[in-house]
């Protein structure tokens, strides 16, 4: 039995230590408990302590008719948690990016980084640039230094501009090349935030040092297939993958994976998904290549479409697939659009 008398007298340095080892999922609840310990998530010493425990990243999943309600799934527990953003004051909110514990948003009037966790936001009102961009990515720096926006704009309005938290800026930097149309996903890897592009198969990088764009050229021992009808750019563990539907007639019968190598000047097959798990994924894509998405979770490749809750999982150091658990709480008859985004819960992650 613990004794009250004992455990009550625990010193505040103790119960902050124990507190910071406590499942990231704890910290969802942890505020419920008492105004101090609500208090305390925003304490700079007890987020000191909890910078140095690294937690697992979870996989956010986003229904699109209620962007208030997040699906969170831990891959080392094989658990599934509930997060909430009902503390912003939108009534809708598309989640654009996800980085360093943070969320990035786009409303109707403005974009708001928020940190589910500690419930801290902020709103970026548009002014000094416009809502019609294709591209908006949220990066992280490097250690506690801030996080990064981009934003670019389509072939009519080509302009970027990217923020920077540690001075407070918007930048405007190069603006996106001639005749090319980015698409709204994202991955970065390696100082290099990628976009695919509207094209069979199109890549372009921005580069965080440089501020400049860079068109990604690369062939290899076998070159890509002409029959190339969908691609999409992920990254994992610092490596660069493109995932793409193959076929004819612009109907995709098999999906391939392929890896950057460090030169940037080859890809390489990797690996092809299993025939019948491609004839399931296409079928409850529909086929609509538009709605296919790919993210990088730690070390796998997560392939899933708009209008299914089900996920395709690659393990890149098994080369294994397999379907992720389905999430409870969404009946299997819904089919409202999803998105997914790789989360790593942090408190001591800044707004």
Known sequence: MMEARIWSNLPEDVIDRILAKLPAESFLRLR???????????SRSFLSLCSKISHRPWLVMLKRRDHRICRAYDSFLSKWHTISLSFLPYPTAEVVGASGGLLCLKTQFCLSVCNPLTKMWREF????????????????????????????????????EIYDSVSDTWKRTE?????????YDATYCDGMIYFSTSEAFGAMGYDMKRGSWRRVEATSPMPLPDSLVCSRLVSCSSRLFLVGGVGENGISRSIWVWELN????????????????????LAISYHNYDQICCVGHEDYICLSCFTSPQVLVYKLPRRTWHW????????????YGFKWFSFTPSLYALV
């Open 125 to 160: 009102p548009y002014h000094s640039f416009e809502r019609n961009w294709n591209a908006v990515a949220l990066v992280a720096g490097e250690g506690l230094q801030g996080y990064y926006i981009l934003v670019a704009g389509t072939c009519f309005d080509r302009r970027t």
């Open 324 to 335: 992720l658990p389905r999430c409870q709480s969404i009946p299997d008859e819904a089919s």
């Open 32 to 42: 419920c408990v008492c105004k101090k310990w609500n208090a305390l998530l925003s």
């Open 262 to 281: 460090e030169q940037g000047t080859e890809w390489r097959e990797v690996q092809k998904l299993p025939e019948m798990m491609c004839k399931k994924f």
């Open 175 to 183: 603006d996106v090349p001639m005749q090319t149309n980015l698409r």
